[in-house]
């Protein structure tokens, strides 16, 4: 089972995107999953996480400004980011445990790809 993380691109500070994580087939359902981004020089670090319940958290520096979502009747969990700052510029990943009903099987702490984020003038 592969994650798909996308919605990255270069926006001017102040602006918006929303980045969408997906597994790559729909008989796979994403439970538990947090957003992680990685700039130049830096750890890894948790933006945000949410359980498959809908029960969310932040990291302090995006409180207010991202909005982790999802419909449980799809696929896809999202991060819509607002009031971007050159600060939030870093390659964002989605990280997830997985369940696969037809063979009744988890993946977990299954890692998408990747999608880089810049946010410049």
């Known amino acids: 089972v592969q994650l798909q993380a996308s919605g990255g691109g270069l926006v001017q500070p102040g602006g918006s995107l929303r980045l969408s994580c997906a597994a790559s087939e729909t008989r796979f359902r994403i439970n538990d999953l947090g957003w992680y981004r990685q700039a130049p020089g830096k750890q890894r670090e948790l933006v945000a996480t949410i359980t498959s319940g809908g029960n969310t958290n932040y990291a302090d520096s995006v409180k207010g400004r991202f909005t982790i979502s999802r419909d449980n009747a799809k696929n896809p969990v999202y991060l819509q980011m607002n009031s971007l700052k050159p600060e939030d510029t870093a390659v964002y990943y989605c990280?997830?445990?997985?369940?696969?009903?037809?063979?009744?099987?988890?993946?977990?702490?299954?890692w998408g790809q990747g999608t880089l984020v810049t946010v410049s003038s």
């Open positions: 990280n997830a445990d997985i369940y696969e009903a037809l063979n009744r099987r988890w993946y977990f702490g299954s």
